[in-house]
């Protein structure tokens, strides 16, 4: 049997496709400098469409990125103002960071950013090491002269950022270069199962970037992990890989120490 729309469900259908892709065709700046009006884009009724921020995913990155530390008192009528929206789709993005441990909800008291579970931290690396170590010895073998550049250039950024003290560089960079040796390996789409899963680990690599020497560790194992996969050796690519996760691991404890009053 062959369904067909009527008329008012096929417009409903095109007005989401439409909105789908101008919210898609934002620029960074448009899409972390709250609503914006779709000028030109235009209802049924002719009043223009106002995109609603992602705030979810903005304040995530910030709790991520520790911008917002553990701790931190989050006020929903503030954030609603910042944001230029009602209470309501901020207490929406409460609820999902709540549920994914971003944030404590004390009732009768208020909403903190929650402090660093060290247990997800261990399962988060425990995901990322299987996946990652399997990715490289992929690369080595579907290694070409394109990936080889891509790589080395890289390799460049993370030094340049290291070189200039640019701490937020050098993680973008360090992000980059796991996304290139992932679609290098065929299977880009597993960088994004890694990248949900690390999110309490990354908020310890953040603060582990407060210390310059950490920084040039990675970047020295980097360029191992690199140096195999380029030479085709997937034995020494998977050791090179498991190297670099292990002394990320074993920096954990020491970071938890530094900054007690961040984790639980």
């Known amino acids: 049997m062959t369904w067909t729309a009527d008329a008012p469900v096929r417009a409903e259908l095109r007005q989401s496709v439409f909105t ?3 919210v898609y065709m934002l620029t960074p700046d448009q899409a972390t400098s709250g609503p914006i009006k779709a000028d030109g884009a235009r209802l049924a009724g002719g009043t223009a469409r106002r995109i609603r921020p992602d705030i979810y995913q903005q304040l995530r990155e910030r ?3 520790v911008e917002l530390v553990p701790g931190t008192a989050m ?3 503030r954030i609603a103002e910042s944001f230029g929206v009602s209470r309501t789709p901020v207490r929406e993005a409460f609820k999902r960071l709540a549920e994914d441990g971003f944030l404590d909800v ?3 008291v208020g909403t903190f950013v929650a402090r660093i579970d060290l247990r997800a931290v261990r399962d988060n690396h425990f995901i990322r090491e299987t996946l990652e170590c399997r990715i490289v010895e992929l690369c ?4 070409d002269g394109a990936a080889r550049r891509a790589l080395r250039a890289n390799l ?5 950022a290291l070189a200039a003290h640019d701490p937020v560089a050098f993680f973008r960079a360090d992000e980059a270069l796991h996304v ?5 390996a065929g299977h880009e789409n597993a960088w994004h199962v890694i990248h949900q899963a690390k999110s309490q680990l990354d908020r310890v690599r953040r603060l582990s970037l407060a210390d310059p020497g950490r920084s040039r560790r990675r970047l020295k194992e980097h360029r191992a992990i690199v140096a195999s996969v380029a030479d085709g050796d997937a034995a020494g690519a998977v050791g090179a890989m498991r190297e670099h996760l292990a002394t990320i691991f074993e920096a954990i404890d020491n970071i938890a120490a530094e900054n007690a009053h961040f984790f639980v």
Not at 156 to 160: F, G, I, L, R
Not at 180 to 184: C, D, I, K, V, Y
């Open 156 to 160: 460049a950024e993370q030094s340049a």
């Open 75 to 77: 006020s929903e009528s």
């Open 106 to 108: 004390i009732p009768q």
């Open 63 to 65: 709790i991520v990125s």
């Open 20 to 22: 789908s892709i101008l």
């Open 180 to 184: 290139l040796l992932a679609r290098t």
């Open 140 to 143: 080595a073998v579907r290694m």
